[in-house]
C-alpha cells in the first residue's frame, strides 16, 4: 500500500512480503496468497497512512490492481478499496497492473516521455511493448510459453535453491562463468519479436542431470551464470530489434526481473552502443509494488472520466 501526493511525491509506500509462506511450496500458493491478503490488508493500509502522516479522510481518490493476476488475490484488493471508497465518497480507479509496471519509471524519472520501446519482464509476463504515449500501447513481442521471471524461478526450484529464483540465481551467477556453458537461445534469431524460454529450462535439466552428483558449487554457479546469460543475450537482442524496428529512441525496463544487475549493466552497455537512452526503476520499484499502481492512477484521474465502481477483476487482463 502506497499514498502519493499530487503526481510524484510518494508518502509512503509498504511492501507487505509473503514470500516466507510460499517458499516451502517453491512457488506461490494462491489461496495462500488470498488468506494473506485478506489477513493484512487491514494493518498495510494503517500503516500506510501513519508512515504518511495522514488520516483515511484525506484521501481524494483510491488505485487498485483489477488484473492481471491471482483471482482470489486481487479480489481481496478490489473488494477492500471498493469498500474504502464507497465509505470516504471517493473514486476507486481499476489499474492494470502491466502499466503500473510502466508507470513505474515516472515515479523516479518525471519528465519521461513516449515514444519507447518497453520490456517488462516478471513472474507472469515478458513483453515487448512500443509505447506510443501514456495509455496507448502496441503489444509487438511476447513470450510463447514460460515468462523471463518463471523461467528464474524453475531453474531455481530444479537447482534447490528456493524461491523467489531471480535474486538466488543472480547471487550464484556472480561467482561463475557466463560462457562455460553454451545453453541455446530459443527464438533468438526468429524475425518476430517473440520469446520462448521453456526450451532453456529443459537445456538445464539435462545439464543438471548429467553433472549430478558431481555438481560442485563451481558448477552450480556456471549453470546459473550461463543461464542468466542465455537469457540476457535474448532479451537484448530481441528488445534493441525492436527498438530498430519501430524507430524508438528510448529503452524502458519494467517488471521484477528488471532488478537483475546482470541484465541491467547489459543493457546499459548495448543502448549506449546505440546511442538510445535508458531508463530502469530503482530495484524496489521494480518488483510488485503498490507505489506504480498509485501513479496510474493518478494518471488516469488527470485524463478525466470518473470511474463507476463496478468494475470487475479480470485475472487475464492484457495490456
Ligand atoms: O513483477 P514481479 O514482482 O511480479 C509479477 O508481476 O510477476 O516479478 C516477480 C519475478 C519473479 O519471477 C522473480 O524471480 C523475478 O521477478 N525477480 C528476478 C530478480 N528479482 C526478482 N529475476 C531475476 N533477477 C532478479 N534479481
Ligand atoms: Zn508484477
Redesign the pocket.
Known sequence: MAVLEGTGTLRSSIISSQLTQHAPYGGVVPELASRAHLENVGAVLDGALNEAGIALADLDRIGVTNGPGLAGALLVGVCYAKGLGLGLGVPVYPVN?LEA?LFANLLEHPDLAPPFMALII????TLLVSVEKWGTYRVVGRTRDDAA??A??KVAKLLGLGY????L??QLAREGDPRAIAFPRPMRNDPSSDFSFSGLKTAIMHQVKHDWPQLTSKRLAEVCASFQEAVTDTLAAKTFAAAEEWGASAVILA???S???HIRRRFEREAASRGLALVFPSPQL???NAAMVARTAVFHAARGALPSLDFAVVPSLGL
Not at 523467489?164 to 535474486?167: A, V, Y
Open positions: 497492473h509496471h516478471s513472474g507472469g509476463h521471471g518463471e528464474f524461478d523467489p529464483g531471480g535474486p540465481v543472480e517488471g521484477g526481473v532488478r537483475n544487475e521494480c518488483t510488485d
